[in-house]
């Protein structure tokens, strides 16, 4: 009995660690609905070493938060001159509903970022650190092709 509750731990264990994927933060802002402009006015990036962390049916943050997402409905794909956004609508750990999206930035390689709005006044905005996903994916793929040595 004990082999096979320690084989489906195992499992599960196994499970949760591959279905998941990690996108990491180096910078975050606020920014608020101006009426007159039809945007959001945002304050200074400030630095932010957060990971957010994608499962299946949820988004789980490292913040002081500890923040969750619980995705309930994927939007229809959005995409205009300056952005194309992939998004869901949500509810967080208080079960307060918002829209998270994935803002890829036309035109500059380098920027995508992470959006939470909770409601069309307030936006919180996460910068995605790609030279560090990409710093960590290639050390990961050198680790697969010296296990074929």
Known sequence: MKKVTLVLAFLILSVMTFAQTQLLTYKNTVGYWNTTTQKYDFEDWVYADLTFTFYDTYVSVNDKNHSVYRIIRDE???????????????????????????????????QTNIGVVYDKNRMFMYMLDIEKMRAINKSKSKNLKNLNK
């Open 76 to 110: 229809p794909l959005y995409e205009n001159s300056e952005v194309k956004i992939s998004s869901s609508t949500c509810l967080d750990e208080t079960n307060t509903e918002c829209q998270m999206g994935i803002m890829d930035v036309k035109g500059h390689d380098d």
